[in-house]
């Protein structure tokens, strides 16, 4: 890998709205932590907020993992999102504890944005352009489902 990387801008559209939605959701989390909400509706967004990531894990661990050409290259991908999972997991295992649920989210978001930047600089620089399209179509299918499987924000 290059020791200086450089930025790509996203062969999948979709997926980098899907970073900024949760960065907008992670936003929105930290707004209702400011205002006081309750648990019962911090849990809500954070439950979102994690079966978001999960559905991006699954969809890079599906489709992007097996497309990387270069064994270092998919191993810290697969390291990211093995990061990112147990991240969602202590999250929901530690509701109750507001505190630390706190800054369990912050980690998870600032984990999501350094994931990100890494797809920018080292994966998608990689992909061939018939895999760019192929993935751009899948996650287009997987995020239609998606969206019918939660409620509005």
Partial sequence: MDATPTATPSPLPALEQEFDRLARLFAEYER???AGTGPTDLGAR????GGRVRAIVGFEQDE???RLPAPALRGETESQLADLLARVERLASRVSDLAHTEREARALAQ???THAAWQRHHVWPRLAGDQ???LETE???RRAAW???E???
């Fill in 46 to 49: 954070l439950g979102r907020i």
């Fill in 132 to 134: 760019r399209s192929f």
């Fill in 32 to 34: 209702l932590v400011d």
């Fill in 64 to 66: 992007v993992l097996p």
């Fill in 111 to 113: 984990a999501l944005h």
């Fill in 147 to 149: 969206l019918q499987d």
């Fill in 139 to 141: 996650l287009a299918e």
């Fill in 151 to 153: 409620a509005p924000d």
